[in-house]
């Protein structure tokens, strides 16, 4: 178990904790600030971040990606990488008022250079997707 975010630099950042949530650090939580658009502002923490590619050194059976709409960065960030990656299962969100640069086409650009072949579950303005090629 690694104690950080995922993100495009190795460093520190801030994680905004949703302060409407009765439980921290669960759904609602994301590096990007009060990307949900809350009444009630998100708690600030300062995290650790590292980046996925890091981790993308040896083939690997599934990457599961559920990051609160940071989706775009880290796979602009391993996208050199992603041929190591069998499948894939991403939870994309569209939130383009409150984080706008997180675009859907550029990453599903990524993932067709990448050789996945992909299709989507949308439920709930959550855009799931499960991608998968062979090595």
């Known amino acids: ?13 801030s994680l905004y904790i949703d302060s409407t949530s009765k ?3 669960t759904w609602g939580d994301s590096l990007i600030k009060n990307i949900w658009g809350s009444r009630k502002p998100p708690t600030p923490i300062l995290v650790q971040t590292v980046k996925l590619s890091r981790f993308l050194t040896i083939p690997v059976d599934l990457l599961k990606i559920d990051i609160e709409g ?3 960065k880290v796979i602009h960030e ?8 069998k ?23 990524i993932l067709e ?3 996945f072949k992909f299709t989507f579950l ?4 959550v855009i799931l ?3 998968f090629h062979e090595f």
Do not use: M, R
């Not at 178990?1 to 950042?13: C, F, L």
């Open 129 to 131: 997707i499960k991608g």
């Open 113 to 115: 250079k990448a050789n």
């Open 1 to 13: 178990i690694i104690e950080a975010a995922v993100w495009d630099k190795e460093g520190k950042k």
């Open 122 to 125: 949308n439920k709930d303005n």
């Open 78 to 85: 391993s996208a050199k990488k992603l041929s190591l990656v």
């Open 70 to 72: 940071v989706e775009g």
């Open 87 to 109: 499948n894939i299962i991403l939870e994309y969100h569209e939130t383009p008022k409150t984080n706008p640069e997180n675009q859907l086409e550029p990453i599903l650009k």
């Open 23 to 25: 439980i921290p650090c």
